[in-house]
C-alpha cells in the first residue's frame, strides 16, 4: 500500500523536470534562431528599409539613353521633289531631368521616414510576440506535463483500489458492486490518461514549431518554493498610463495616424505645380525627306518646364477623399486600441494579484493535504481507516499539486501578460523570468 508514496512521489519527479532540463532563455533563443514568424518579420523591416532610397531617388537627376529607328515611305509633290522614296531615319541621345519643385517628392520621403519608424516598431512588437509565444508555449508543456502526472498518479491509486476490491471480493469481505465501480473508475482515469497524453503531444508540437526543432530534454520546472514578486507599483491605474504611453500597440497605432494624416498631405499635392530642369543632347539622321534631301544633324537642348495641372478627371480629388477617409479609420483604431490597452492591463494586473493570492492559498491546501494523507495512513495502522481512504487522500494530494502548479503558471502567464502590454520588454525581461525556473 505505501508503495503509492514513492509511486507519486517519483511521477511528480518526473513532469517537474530533471537536471539535464532545457530553461526559458535556451528555448527562447532558439526561437530567435528558428522561428518563421520572426523571420518573416526580420525580412519585411529589411524590405521597407528600401522605400527611403526610392523616394530620395526622386530627388536626384533622372537621365535615358533614347534610340529609335523608322522606315520612311513618301509620295511627295512639291517645288522641291516629286514621286515616290523608301528611306531609313534613327535618332538617338541622352536626356535629363532634374526636379527643381516638386513638393509631392518632399512628402513622399516624409512618408518613407514614417514607414520606416512604423516597421520598426512592428519588428519590436514581432520579437515580443516571440517572447510571449515562448513563454505561453514553454508553459503549456509544463501544465500538460503536470497534468498527466497527476492522472497517472490517480490511475496507479485506482488500479490498486481495483486490485484490492478484487482481492476481498474473492474472499467474501467485499461484494461485485465495489468491484464492478472500481473497474468503472479505472475506465474512466484511463480514457483521461489518454487526452492527458494527447495534449502534451500537441503542446510539444507547438514548442517544436517554435524552435524548428523537437525539444529532446526535459523542461526546467518551475523552481520550488515558488517566490515571484507583486506588480510594482501597487497602482492599477499607473499602469494603465504606463500602457497607454509606452505600449508597442499604442505606438504602432500612432504611428499608422501620423502615416495617414501625411499620406493626405501627398494626395493633395496631385494638383500642384512642378518645375523641373531639362536637358537633351540628340543626333538624328535621315536618308531623304519630302525635300528631296537627306538631314544628318545633332543637337543639344536646356530648358525649363512649369506643369500645372488644371484637370485631371477627378482623381486628385477621389484620391484625397480615400487618403482623409483613412485617416479617420486610423484615429478610430487608435481610440479603440487605447481602450483594449487599457482593459488588458486592468485584467493582466487583477489577474497577477488574484493568482499569487490563490497559489498562497493552494500552498495552504497542499500543506493541509499532505496532514490529511498523513491522518488517514495513520488510521489505517490502527483499524479506524481502510485502504481506500488512504488511497483517496493520495488521489486528493496530487490534485492539489496540480492546482497549485496551474496557479503558479497562471501567475506567471499574467504577470509576463502585464509587462508585456506596458513597456518594450527585452532580452533580459526574459532572463528575469527565467530565474523562476529550476536553472
Do not use: C
Not at 517537474?16 to 522561428?35: F, H, K, P
Not at 544628318?296 to 482623409?324: C, H, Y
Request: no cysteine.
Amino acid at each position: 500500500r505505501f508503495e503509492m508514496i514513492r509511486v507519486v512521489s517519483l511521477l511528480f519527479l518526473m513532469f517537474s523536470g530533471s537536471a539535464q532540463a532545457v530553461d526559458l532563455m535556451d528555448i527562447y533563443r532558439e526561437a530567435v534562431r528558428n522561428d518563421a514568424q520572426y523571420a518573416a518579420a526580420k525580412a519585411e523591416y529589411l524590405a521597407v528599409q528600401e522605400r527611403l532610397p526610392q523616394a530620395q531617388a526622386s530627388r536626384l537627376p533622372q537621365i535615358n539613353l533614347e534610340a529609335g529607328y523608322d522606315y520612311n515611305s513618301i509620295d511627295s509633290e512639291s517645288p522641291f521633289s516629286s514621286g515616290h522614296s523608301d528611306f531609313g531615319s534613327y535618332e538617338y541621345g541622352v536626356t535629363a531631368t532634374q526636379s527643381l519643385y516638386r513638393k509631392q517628392n518632399d512628402v513622399a520621403i516624409d512618408i518613407a521616414q514614417l514607414e520606416i519608424i512604423k516597421a520598426n516598431t512592428r519588428l519590436e512588437l514581432a520579437n515580443q510576440n516571440l517572447m510571449k509565444r515562448t513563454m505561453y508555449a514553454y508553459a503549456d508543456v509544463l501544465i500538460a506535463r503536470t497534468q498527466l502526472g497527476t492522472v497517472r498518479a490517480q490511475k496507479s491509486a485506482i488500479s490498486e483500489q481495483l486490485e484490492l476490491a478484487k482481492r476481498n471480493f474473492s474472499v467474501g469481505t467485499a461484494t461485485i458492486t465495489d468491484q464492478r465501480e472500481a473497474q468503472a473508475r479505472f475506465d474512466l482515469v484511463s480514457a483521461e490518461e489518454l487526452a492527458a497524453v494527447n495534449v502534451l503531444r500537441v503542446s510539444q508540437e507547438a514548442l517544436q514549431k517554435l524552435v524548428g526543432k523537437p525539444v529532446l530534454d526535459s523542461l526546467a520546472p518551475v523552481r520550488m518554493p515558488f517566490d515571484m514578486d507583486a506588480p510594482v507599483p501597487n497602482d492599477i491605474d499607473i499602469w494603465v498610463r504606463r500602457a497607454s504611453e509606452q505600449s508597442l500597440e499604442m505606438v504602432l497605432a500612432q504611428h499608422e495616424l501620423e502615416l495617414a494624416k501625411t499620406r493626405v498631405e501627398y494626395s493633395r499635392l496631385g494638383a500642384a505645380p512642378t518645375v523641373d530642369l531639362v536637358g537633351a543632347v540628340t543626333d538624328s539622321y535621315a536618308g531623304n525627306s519630302t525635300f528631296g534631301a537627306g538631314t544628318d544633324t545633332t543637337a543639344g537642348i536646356v530648358g525649363l518646364r512649369l506643369k500645372v495641372p488644371l484637370f485631371e478627371g477627378g482623381k486628385v480629388n477621389s484620391e484625397t477623399r480615400e487618403a482623409v477617409s483613412q485617416y479617420d479609420g486610423a484615429l478610430q483604431e487608435l481610440e479603440y486600441i487605447k481602450r483594449k490597452v487599457a482593459q488588458e492591463t486592468r485584467e493582466a494586473y487583477l489577474d497577477t494579484i488574484t493568482g499569487l493570492a490563490r497559489v498562497t492559498a493552494f500552498e495552504q491546501a497542499l500543506a493541509s493535504t499532505k496532514l490529511q494523507v498523513e491522518s488517514t495512513k495513520l488510521g489505517l495502522e490502527v483499524g479506524v481507516r481502510t485502504a481506500v481512504d488512504v488511497l483517496d487522500a493520495e488521489t486528493l494530494l496530487a490534485e492539489a499539486r496540480r492546482d497549485m502548479y496551474g496557479a503558479i503558471r497562471d501567475s506567471i502567464l499574467a504577470k509576463f501578460r502585464l509587462q508585456w502590454i506596458t513597456g518594450r520588454m527585452v532580452e533580459q525581461d526574459m532572463v528575469d523570468f527565467n530565474t523562476l525556473f529550476v536553472n
